[in-house]
C-alpha cells in the first residue's frame, strides 16, 4: 500500500531515532521525503544512496535556514504535503541545576524550531490550500513528573499546535500533535547511565516496555494520511498507558 505516492514530505531530526524511522517509513510508502537534520554527516550516511529521500542540513534554530530548505524544496518537488516537526533535545537535569543557556537551548530546539517549521510551511500550504503538520512533544508537557525544563519546552510545542490547526483549518491545513513517551532511541540511551531511573519508568509503564520508534511513526503517518483526513488539534499520546494511571 502507498498512501502516500505523489506526496512530498519534510521530516527535521531525519538522521536518527524516531525521525529516521518515520523517514524510512513515508518513503516505503511511496512518498519523496526530504530528511532535515544539522548531522549533515549522519544524513548522508543514512539517506545518501536512498532513491526517495533527499537530504538537507538544518539547524531548525535558524530561520534563514528553514527559509533556505523550505525553497529547496519548493525549487525541487514544487510543493510540501507534509511536515514533521520531530527535532528535539532532552535533559535529565533537575530545575535548580539548569543553567540560562541550558533553558534557552531546549526551547531554541523544541519550541523555536517547531514555531519556524509551521511559519515556513504554513505559508506554502497556504497558497496550495492543503497540507498536514505532526508536531512531536512529550508525554512530560501533559503530566508532572520532572524534566521540568524539558517538560516546559515541549508544552509549548502542545499550544502552538493547537493554536495553529485553529488558525489555518479554513485553508484545508491539518495540525496534529503526538505526544511519545519513552522510547527506545538515542537520546534516551543516555538513560542508561541512570539504570534504576529506566527501570523504574518501565515498572511504572502499564505495557511494561519501553516504545519503539515504530510506534510513534506509524502513529505519525497515520495523522499525516489521507484517513485523517477531518482530525485536526488532536493529541495523541503513546506512551504505553503511563499517562492514564
Known amino acids: 500500500m502507498e498512501r502516500f505516492q505523489d ?85 535529565e537535569k533537575p530545575m535548580d541545576a539548569i543553567t540560562i543557556d541550558d533553558w534557552r537551548k531546549l526551547s531554541d530546539i523544541n519550541g523555536f524550531g517547531t514555531f519556524l517549521g509551521l511559519k515556513h510551511a504554513l505559508a506554502n500550504m497556504k497558497d496550495a490550500k492543503q497540507g498536514a503538520i505532526v508536531n512531536i512533544s512529550s508525554y512530560t508537557a501533559l503530566i508532572g513528573m520532572g524534566l521540568n525544563p524539558y517538560s516546559a519546552s515541549k508544552g509549548s510545542v502542545r499550544a502552538i499546535s493547537r493554536a495553529a490547526a485553529a488558525e489555518y483549518g479554513q485553508h484545508g491545513i491539518r495540525v496534529n500533535t503526538v505526544f511519545p513517551g519513552v522510547i ?52 495523541l499520546v503513546i506512551d504505553g498507558g503511563y499517562s492514564a494511571r
Not at 513515508?26 to 529521500?53: M, P, R
Open 7 to 91: 506526496k512530498v514530505v519534510f521530516v527535521t531530526g531525519g538522521a536518527s531515532g524516531m525521525g529516521e524511522m518515520m523517514v524510512r517509513l513515508f518513503a516505503a510508502e511511496g512518498a519523496k521525503v526530504v530528511a532535515a537534520d544539522i548531522n549533515e554527516e549522519a544524513l548522508n550516511q543514512k539517506w545518501g544512496s536512498h532513491d526517495s529521500v533527499s537530504t538537507v542540513r538544518l539547524n531548525v534554530t535558524s530561520d534563514d535556514e528553514w527559509a533556505v530548505a523550505m525553497k529547496t524544496v519548493i525549487d525541487q518537488f514544487g510543493k510540501v504535503d507534509i511536515l514533521v516537526n520531530n527535532a528535539g533535545i532532552s535533559t
Open 184 to 235: 527506545e532511541t538515542p537520546m534516551v540511551k543516555d538513560l542508561e547511565s541512570s539504570k534504576a531511573v529506566l527501570e523504574m519508568l518501565i515498572k511504572a509503564t502499564p505495557l511494561q516496555r519501553l516504545g519503539q520508534p515504530e510506534d510513534v511513526a506509524k502513529a505519525v503517518l497515520f495523522l499525516a494520511s489521507d484517513d485523517a483526513s477531518y482530525i485536526s488539534g488532536a493529541e
